[in-house]
């Protein structure tokens, strides 16, 4: 179809064939970030603003007797100092009860009669200058006297951590099927116990917040958010705001990982006392504040017991899930409890369970999703059990694996806990990992190591990576000269979303790529959504876009002239479940229980994919954090609460030269629950890498007789692993050090 321009050319539609999805296009972003020239929250200018830093709890709990600001309030530059005293009546951020909430807890902006967790704001300074602003905060005296034991954390001690002492506040039980009896009869039954650490998600840029006040009562707010609708809607709710008077901008956001996906007591201060002065004010997280009060993740606790019958057959689960949350819940903070739980018994065909799950508070740092947000939990429990059952019986963990997965003709399926795996071929997917990687040459080769002494393993896992449900929406515009703009309701930290969206958009309307402008994160120039997170975006947000163009192009083709709107509110069928199967193949050194990752292999089923080198980028970092969860990240408190892991000088993050030879491979099964038929590939690798790892090294170590690890894999771990297995095992004595090293 033609129209004219004003011109006089014809933008055209529908006239181009080549499809551009599929296509490793550049990310048109990518130029300016990688040469300096993004534009981060920081970066914003404020006229004449006001620096905000805050006095934080040195106790995890305690009761505030008096807070002293005299000498913060004299001090140069400094305009006030805020205490909950001073702050009046504040909401209470909105919390998704996916498990409701038994216990609900409050939500203090700064605290309030108790202290909570080290490194809780208790008081908020606002000076002229960030220094000025930060050296006032120091000088604020808080009194306080201790209140008792705290609570153990969860994955957060190194060593026999509990949960005594915490309180519960949300829990959920599955069961289906007479799972005693089958407990009772079966030729096999294998357990577990998995610690796992707590997380920094520590992104490049830490949260940032810019709030720029006008007369009367506007605010424009640059937040470094994965959902800034989500930040206007509830800042609203919190400072009882008119949202139209509120736009909230997420510019170019350093790395988010579930961390920013809610909202903060630090910045809604922040909007706060810019109504109060009626002045801009900024806030930015140092490294230390980020470690202190950002959400962590993980530090899930869990159990888990598999009934497999003679033939290896999978026939009941088991499993206790404990995920902790802090003394405070974001948005998110009840996912990783419910995730960890729900997918569950993952890829396999499992009829018979009985799964436990439940958050409980500690008076630590709040805990929310971060990549993966439960998904890697459940994975991480099922492939230990899954790898425990090959000893077992004797079978390898391809053919374990292999006679447990969901056939094809199964899908779509209903698993135990309620959810519809919605598509894929599992078995197929595994074959071609094993296949691709010449599996059975690389056990010979393995077992030829050993033969030599040395620790050669190989690991395997399967993971599933449930995609987010619900809705997104885009806004696409064709004007008078045939430009086409898509704005979209979601919004990006780094994944190219401007370039894949433009993809779908030229697809649909059949134009060339160049025609297409996409915009996000913006409340002003966006239509209301809900953000990047979840492995959602491109599945939801991608078919709002896809679905909005053909409603153009329909319009178009029905004669309407130009220059044409269409919204669309797009609801997805059901959860996208992506999948993927990782071999890993290890060595340990004896010696000193140094973990060599020497080769990694991934293949994953992503569904339709948009952009072939975004989603390599994805399962690229993803595996990147996994290692890191694997093999060194945790974060540490002492038994007072005290944070011991406050910088990346103790907390470590994997580096480049970690990283392994890792390759990817993909498998396309179409979702039918999105239009667009993609699933979600964010957080594979984080999801299947630890488990693979983690198999793999065991499996280096079980010549010693190791059969249970916990993560982090460090050097000195695994080497008091080793050391306990030969002074254990009688065999092992025999295989002195000397005969097993070089
Ligand atoms: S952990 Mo994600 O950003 O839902």
Redesign the pocket.
Known sequence: MEFADSKGKSPSVGQLTDKSIGRSLHDRRARSLVTGHGSFTDDVRLENPLHLAFTRSPCADGVIEAIDTTEARAMTGVLSVITAANLGSVGKLAVNEIIPLSEPLPWPVLADGTLDAVGQPVAAVLAETLLQAADAADAVEIGFREAGSVSQSPGAQSHNSNFAGSQSVAAKNWRQGDVASIFDAAAHVVSVRVQHARLAPASLEPRSIAVRYDDPGFFTIWHST?TPHRTREQLAAILDLDPQKVRVIATDVGG???MK?SLYPEEVMAVWAARHFGRSVRWVASRSDDFLSATQ?RGVESSGALAVDRDGHFLALRADVQAPVGRWLPN?AL?PAWNAARILPGPYAVNAIDIKTQAVAQNLAPVG?????GRPEACFLMERLVEKAALATGLSPCEIRQRNLLPQEAMPRTTPTGNTLDSGDYRRLLAQLTTGADYAARVVARNTARGFGRLRGLGLAFYLEPS?DGWETARVTMDDHGAVLVASGSSAQGQARETAYAQIAADALGIEIERVTVVCGDTETAPAGIG????RATAIGGSAVLEACRKLRDRLAKGEGLPITVDVKYRNKGQAWGYGAYLIEVEVDGDTGEVQVLEALAVDDAGVVVNPAFAEGQIRGGFAQGLGEALMERIVYDDQGQLLTGSLMDYALPRADDMPSLTVQTMETASPMNSLGAKGV??AGTIGAPAAIVNAVIDALSPLGVTDLQMPLTPHRVWQAIQQARSDSPAGKSDSKESSSI
């Open positions: 994965q988010a990982f579930g996906a993740g998110s996912i999703i971060y990549r993966g947000a987010g990047a997170l979840a492995s964010g957080e």
